[in-house]
């Protein structure tokens, strides 16, 4: 998620285990911990692309690693304060201000990945946008009220309940979707293999369907405020574009390092496609999960044509799309 939610978050939970005890500072260091995870973009101007998407969201956000250091931070933080006395209070501040911070990029549909050492998978749930006013917004509300009242902590623990009870029902809502695009797809004869079903910006209302096939993949949308469509025994109106995944250029590049990392980051959602850049032929990985009608927010150039030959491209290189032209 975005860094204002991270650091709200943590703040709240600081607030609903420290509030009436420790104070505001219960509050500033929780907001401090739930955006420390996202320290590893400190190390980017020092990386290319493809070891970025391996950096980020990796040996931070591991839950097994967050375990190992939160008794360390916490008591650095009960010394610092000369509060060895509330060491637990300060080590659970920590230790769900980094877990929390965690589960919520796994709500997105970038990837986490949670189990390193044990599992470098990226882990994605993609019931939530990015960003999503409505589920900072009760966070946001008690982070705000908690810097001046602290004791307030029955208002911390109710955006906690609020924030979470959205992420639940995006969650429901994310099921309800896939079972009918798993008809729609049925009644219309589409065969695929992987479906993707990750909201729109901002909302939980409408959702963007992503569904792969062998050779093809299949891009759709439906809303839970088309009631007209929700009756789909009757209205089997989900209407999917059709595109190619262009898998004949898999023989170009599937050797490349690049690759092998992209394809893992993109969960095998993804395309490639050859295109003409001011003369210069090239191929682009583009990932699926985030972006809308062809436009993607992370495309990468990994072979061009040169002296008569396909030649990969190590690293690959990042094509801008432009953030806010994006779907994300």
């Given amino acids: 998620m975005d860094s204002v939610t991270q650091l709200v978050f943590g703040s709240t939970i600081g607030h609903a285990i420290g509030g009436k005890v420790l104070g505001r500072k219960a509050i500033i260091w929780g907001?401090?911990?739930?955006?420390?995870?996202?320290?590893d973009v400190v190390l980017s101007?020092?990386?290319?692309?493809?070891?970025?998407?391996?950096?980020?969201?990796?040996?931070?956000?591991?839950?097994?690693?967050?375990?190992?250091?939160?008794?360390?931070?916490?008591?650095?933080?009960?010394?610092i304060h000369r509060q060895l006395k509330h060491y637990w209070r300060w080590f659970f501040i920590v230790l769900l201000g980094f877990w929390t911070h965690s589960v919520v990029d796994w709500f997105t549909a970038y990837g986490t990945r949670l189990l390193i050492?044990?599992?470098?998978?990226?882990?994605?749930?993609?019931?939530?946008?990015?960003?999503?006013?409505?589920?900072?917004?009760?966070?946001?509300?008690?982070?705000?009220?908690?810097?001046?009242?602290p004791n307030k902590r029955n208002l911390a623990i109710?955006?906690?309940?609020?924030?979470?009870?959205?992420?639940?029902?995006?969650?429901?809502?994310?099921?309800?979707?896939?079972?009918?695009?798993?008809?729609?797809l049925k009644a219309q004869g589409i065969n695929t293999h992987k479906i993707l079903v990750s909201p729109t910006p901002f909302n939980v209302v409408w959702w963007r369907i992503v569904a792969i096939g062998q050779k093809n993949w299949y891009e759709?949308?439906?809303s839970v405020w088309n009631f007209k469509q929700s009756k789909f025994s009757k209205?089997?109106?989900?209407?999917?574009t059709k595109r190619s995944r262009n898998t004949h250029l898999l023989s170009l590049v599937k050797d490349s390092w690049s690759f092998e990392v992209l394809e893992e980051f993109s969960d095998g959602f993804y395309q490639l496609k050859q295109v003409?850049?001011?003369?210069?032929?090239?191929?682009?990985?583009?990932n699926l999960r985030m972006g809308f009608k062809q436009t993607y927010f992370f495309t990468y150039l990994i072979a061009e044509y040169w002296a008569g030959e396909w030649r990969l491209v190590e690293p690959a290189e990042r094509v801008e799309s432009g953030l806010f032209r994006a779907f994300f």
């Fill in 31 to 39: 907001a401090i911990v739930g955006t420390l995870p996202d320290l």
């Fill in 158 to 184: 109710i955006a906690l309940v609020l924030s979470s009870s959205y992420a639940i029902v995006a969650w429901q809502t994310q099921n309800y979707v896939l079972d009918k695009t798993k008809i729609a």
């Fill in 117 to 149: 050492p044990f599992d470098s998978h990226p882990y994605s749930l993609g019931n939530l946008f990015i960003v999503d006013p409505f589920f900072t917004a009760p966070l946001l509300l008690a982070f705000v009220i908690g810097l001046f009242k």
């Fill in 45 to 79: 101007p020092v990386l290319n692309e493809i070891e970025e998407l391996i950096l980020h969201r990796g040996h931070t956000h591991s839950i097994f690693w967050q375990a190992l250091i939160a008794p360390v931070i916490a008591l650095l933080i009960a010394s």
């Fill in 235 to 240: 209205h089997n109106n989900i209407k999917f």
């Fill in 220 to 222: 759709g949308t439906y």
């Fill in 276 to 286: 003409n850049n001011d003369g210069e032929q090239q191929i682009h990985f583009s």
